[in-house]
């Protein structure tokens, strides 16, 4: 078992958060918003991937995952690409009544 950042912090970096402060950056590393347990192999083949290029094998839990995505992204104000827009979008049509996620 590992700790997925749902957003991975190399994506996170690619899409904004390079203009963020030091300790908003450790703020988002540390989000339990944006930290779920994972399957070791599973997080290892998502590396520093998006919606685009991954998304869990449990496709049961890929709505909530992608909301949760969104959700980290839009707390820290950082973009999505085309590809990841469109991966999210295709996610959330089989679920629409997703909601976005809060931490506890």
Not at 28 to 37: E, R, T, V
Request: glycine content about 6%.
């Amino acid at each position: 078992m590992q700790i997925d950042h749902v957003v991975a912090l190399g994506d996170a970096w690619q899409k904004g958060a390079q203009g963020l402060s030091p300790m908003q950056r450790q703020s988002l590393a540390n989000d339990p918003l944006n930290l779920i347990a994972a399957d070791g192999p599973a997080n290892q083949q998502k590396s520093a991937g998006d919606a685009a290029t991954w998304l869990p094998k449990n496709k049961s839990f890929r709505c909530h995952y992608v909301a949760r995505q969104i959700s980290v992204k839009a707390a820290y104000g950082l973009w999505v690409t085309e590809a990841e827009k469109d991966a999210m979008k295709r996610v959330l049509a089989s679920c629409p009544e997703q909601e976005t996620v809060r931490a506890n």
